[in-house]
């Protein structure tokens, strides 16, 4: 005479059971705890009662995982490579140079019972330099209208106009560290006569500095000529005026001299 046989009460970790038997060939039902799963997808799960006394499948839940959090452009600390079961969180922190679209560098989130993060974040986006687009050049065109940071744009003098070394293109970046524009040219200079003006605008401004230092050479060298002239008459003046004096020092000498009274003979008789 056989022994009737029993199953068991199954040993399913983080799981409920919908019912349950206990004879050869019965089922029992078992499903899982929120948050958990027998394998991906599958929370409910129907066990049979074996001849030898085990149930089949047997199997306990576990935490669901949620899929790998894809941030290529920052770095995820917390889960594994990205993952993480129910209820852990990560942390994503931007890189430099990015943010978030609201202006943030770090958010958190955490894996959800449906599989999905929540909050699920966005990605993080490069940041801008000043005015988010390339700051303008006095008769210049830039080729890019775009201003995020390592943009790099080549600025274009306008037809007929050049920079100051007579070049016509300068390259300017958005800085990643600093958000700044760094390169930016200031202006073209130029006119109708194009490039070539350039070097007859430079021979006019020497040609006009050179009249200048003529006209200063011509003035020093006549004022030293005046003065020449009048240390010549100068000195003219004193020996005239030396002559005169002697001339006066005469005459009142003259004037201040006896007359001498003539001598008279007198006859003896």
Do not use: D, F, H, M
């Given at each position: 005479m056989f022994a009737e046989v029993y199953c068991p009460v199954p040993a399913i970790l983080n799981a409920q059971p919908l019912n349950h038997t206990n004879e050869v060939s019965s089922t029992d039902v078992y499903t899982c705890y929120e948050g958990y799963e027998f394998q991906p997808g599958e929370t409910v799960r129907t066990m049979t009662c074996q001849t030898d006394g085990s149930w089949i499948p047997s199997d306990s839940c576990w935490k669901r995982k949620c899929p790998p959090?894809?941030?290529?452009?920052?770095n995820i600390t917390g889960?594994?490579?990205?993952?993480?079961?129910?209820?852990?969180?990560?942390?994503?922190?931007?890189y430099l140079g990015y943010q978030f679209p609201d202006g943030t560098e770090v958010k958190r989130t955490r894996c959800g019972a449906n599989y999905h993060w929540d909050p699920y974040l966005p990605l993080c986006e490069p940041k801008k330099c000043p005015g988010g687009t390339p700051p303008p050049v006095l008769?210049?065109?830039?080729?890019?209208?775009?201003?995020?940071?390592?943009?790099v744009v080549k600025y274009t003098c306008n037809a007929s106009y050049t920079f100051i070394d007579g070049s016509t293109e300068r390259i300017a970046y958005c800085d990643l560290e600093t958000q700044e524009w760094v390169g930016v040219p200031t202006e073209c200079l130029g006119d109708a006569l194009g490039p070539a003006n350039n070097i007859v605008g430079a021979g006019k401004i020497l040609s006009t500095v050179t009249a200048?230092?003529?006209?200063?050479?011509?003035v020093v060298f006549m004022w030293l000529i005046v003065c020449s002239d009048c240390n010549e008459d100068r000195k003219l003046l004193r020996v005239c005026q030396?002559?005169?004096?002697e001339e006066e020092v005469e005459s009142e000498d003259e004037s201040e001299a006896p007359e001498e009274e003539p001598i008279r003979l007198q006859m003896v008789a």
């Open positions: 959090y894809i941030q290529y452009r920052g889960g594994t490579e990205g993952e993480a079961k129910y209820k852990e969180r990560i942390e994503v922190t931007c008769n210049a065109t830039p080729n890019t209208t775009e201003g995020i940071i390592e943009t200048s230092l003529a006209l200063v050479v011509i030396s002559e005169e004096k």
